[in-house]
């Protein structure tokens, strides 16, 4: 998988996740993306975790910074 997939992939699910306002679809929505995660070759695991961590630190830094401001 490329690491741009990779990233769409991420943005998808996070997108997904982020605009559901019920917990339990959030957590729906969740388990459904670690069963994805789960389901992918070891390689390609670490990799979408990897760009979920940095897609994870990107939002956190936008959010400080707008925070800041």
Do not use: F
């Not at 490329?2 to 943005?11: A, Q, V």
């Not at 998808?12 to 670690?34: A, G």
């Amino acid at each position: 998988m490329t690491t741009d997939k990779i990233e769409l992939s991420i943005d998808r699910y996070l997108e997904q996740l982020m605009t559901v306002k019920d917990r339990h679809e959030q957590k729906n929505s969740m388990q459904k993306t670690l069963q994805y995660i789960a389901s992918l070759p070891l390689t390609e695991q670490q990799e979408w975790l990897t760009g979920l961590q940095t897609s994870i630190r990107k939002d956190l830094d936008e959010i400080a910074v707008q925070l800041k401001n």
